[in-house]
């Protein structure tokens, strides 16, 4: 007979919009042990499971800790109470809670305050982008299925009884009929209790003991402050395309999500353990990437089961159309599944998929060895050489009302290169070599097409360094202490270390802006590179590894997704954290076509 050996939950505590999978493990009629499902559709020998979810609701009511929200709420801020700000937003656990995160708190009156004063309400802010007509809009993708969440925890009526049963002040609402459950805004301060219990086919009746878990209370998602778009003048200074004015401008995002496979609670141990797995990551990962509303989305360590089964079908059902190259295994052994790659999204309603290039970094390292590397030295070299990194570029065609240009002669084309040079700091001349590498790729399609280009990713490459100097200036300079590791003679002559792409950074244009207001936003860059001081903040390192560049000849900067600050990420806090769930920051940049000039 089917019986059930034992239930729990992976995730010690439930948040809002993140969906709750019990593992249930089974002995089979035949005794054999399995986590397989067996629902009242497809019984196995007569048996099936049944699943209940109840919200257990006490008289007391309960506020959790805005800053800590695992933790129970002791004290209130009375001055977010009279600014109206949102009470959840209001609680603290402890004075020192409080204490600790004032700096970073006082921002929500502030802004509170200036929103009053200058609108006469609330003042809009959204995680991304500014829309078609410029003004800043609140992101609702996003509401509309979290209220949609409770259809999904059961039967497509969710008509449950009101009560199931009280005890000692608590009452028992049903919430869910199936094996997964998503708690929602309903649940926040109350614990969740599920059942599983074997039922005969024929009766219905459950036969044997009911399999049991309480979790913790529920807490809300954490959000972040949002990240306004800012506006970018005195830069958009080139004369604009009218191929490109019908259809406005448009939006890049790019983004290393940080894969699974790579958090690990002993490199990121200072992240609560619920913030660090990965049902959590993916739904605040997913609401950040949505709410951004970027029309072309790089991602960078996808995995490709995530991409599968997760990221390509939710993104989906937001309109976007999407790719995946996946790195090559060489050096990786254990489960295809893990091995990750980068993902390169658009909106269908403003591009369309033309071509797709491939770029297998591996495949360049074993055409160079088989070229260059003497037959005695070719082993070490690839071993050396051979890193898995791979690039994805993706030619879009820009659409008009939904629709491709009728006149082929004014196809709007647009080149989007998404990359990972994911390689040791101590590889120097590996991690110039694969962005040359890149660089060369990316000239003979500029040579073939008059295209502007975008280049997007983690290159692992601080300002500065050889790689960021290539990228950045065209060339690298013969002094460069980078090129002093070159122990394959790959990086010679130097003078080879050149491209004729007119790439600049897009967030370097902040430093170009010479209008008033801007100060704040030029001192979160580099005075020497006028690049962001980090993109990536861990406990062992902060700094910039990621960029967006683009070719100055044939596109402007029009507008830029605002940097994080240190107030932002809040006092001796590292990513990833509840709120940011990866330990890289998102870039955005709005960009319009113009008129091309000469390539230099």
């Not at 878990?213 to 604009?240: C, E, F, M, W, Y």
């Not at 600050?565 to 076509?593: N, Q, V």
Request: charge should be neutral; proline fraction near 6%; charged fraction near 20%.
């Amino acid at each position: 007979m089917l019986s059930v050996v034992r239930v729990h939950l992976p995730s010690e505590i439930p948040i809002v919009g993140c969906e709750l999978t019990p593992y249930v493990l089974l002995r089979r009629p035949d005794k054999t042990i399995s986590t397989d499902d067996v629902p009242e559709t497809a019984p196995l020998d007569g048996h099936f499971l049944r699943y209940k979810w109840y919200r257990v609701q006490s008289d007391k009511k309960v506020a959790v800790c805005s800053i800590h929200p695992s933790e129970q709420a002791t004290l209130q801020c009375l001055g977010c109470v009279k600014a109206k700000i949102p009470l959840s937003k209001s609680y603290h656990c402890t004075t020192k809670c409080f204490s600790d995160a004032w700096q970073h708190h006082r921002v929500l009156h502030d802004r509170a305050a200036s929103a009053l004063n200058e609108n006469g309400n609330e003042e809009e802010e959204v995680f991304g982008r500014f829309n078609s007509t410029g003004s800043g809009t609140i992101n609702s993708s996003l509401s509309a299925s979290a209220s949609s969440a409770s259809l999904t925890n059961g039967s497509a009526t969710n008509l449950y009884p009101a009560a199931i049963t009280q005890r000692s002040g608590e009452t028992w609402f049903e919430v869910g009929r199936s094996k997964t459950y998503t708690p929602t805004a309903d649940d926040v301060g109350h614990v969740l209790k599920f059942e599983c219990v074997v039922v005969d086919a024929e009766t219905k009746m459950p036969l044997g003991p009911v399999n049991t878990i309480l979790t913790s209370r529920v807490i809300p998602a954490p959000s972040p402050i949002p990240r306004k778009q800012i506006r970018v003048d005195g830069v958009g200074h080139l004369d604009v395309d009218a191929r490109m004015t019908t259809s406005g401008t448009f939006t890049v995002l790019s983004y290393n999500i940080l894969s699974e496979a790579y958090a690990s609670s002993d490199l990121y141990n200072y992240c609560p353990s619920w913030a660090l797995s990965w049902p959590y990551r993916r739904q605040n990962l997913l609401r950040e990437i949505v709410g951004y509303r970027a029309d072309i989305i790089c991602l960078q360590e996808v995995q490709s089961d995530h991409y599968d089964e997760f990221f390509s079908p939710e993104l989906d059902k937001h309109g976007y159309y999407g790719l995946y190259k996946r790195k090559t295994n060489e050096v990786y052994s254990s489960n295809t599944n893990t091995i990750d790659g980068c993902a390169t999204f658009f909106r269908r309603d403003r591009f369309s998929h033309v071509k797709k290039y491939e770029v297998e970094f591996n495949k360049a390292a074993q055409s160079l060895t088989e070229a260059t590397i003497p037959t005695t030295q070719k082993k070490s070299a690839l071993n050396r050489l051979v890193k898995d990194n791979v690039a994805l570029i993706v030619v879009l065609e820009a659409k008009v009302n939904n629709q491709p240009f009728d006149n082929p002669g004014k196809r709007q084309l647009l080149c989007v290169a998404n990359t990972h040079v994911n390689v040791p700091q101590d590889l120097k001349d590996v991690k110039l070599w694969q962005v040359h590498t890149l660089l060369k790729g990316l000239e003979k399609i500029a040579a073939s097409a008059d295209i502007p280009m975008l280049v997007c990713g983690d290159f692992n490459s601080v300002p500065g360094s050889a790689p960021h100097a290539l990228l950045a200036m065209g060339k690298v300079d013969p002094s460069h202490p980078d090129l002093a590791v070159d122990p394959l003679n790959i990086l010679r002559p130097h003078s080879k270390l050149v491209h004729q792409l007119p790439l600049v950074s897009a967030y370097s244009s902040f430093a170009r802006t010479v209008s008033l207001g801007y100060d704040q936003h030029k001192r979160r860059l580099d005075g020497g590179t006028n690049e962001p001081l980090f993109t990536n903040v861990t406990r062992d390192f902060i700094g910039t590894l990621d960029y967006i560049f683009y070719t100055a000849d044939s596109l402007v900067v029009e507008s830029l997704l605002e940097l994080l600050d240190e107030e932002s990420l809040r006092k001796d806090t590292a990513l990833p954290s509840p709120e940011w769930s990866s330990d890289h920051i998102a870039l955005l940049a709005e960009f319009r076509c113009c008129k091309n000039k000469s390539r230099r």
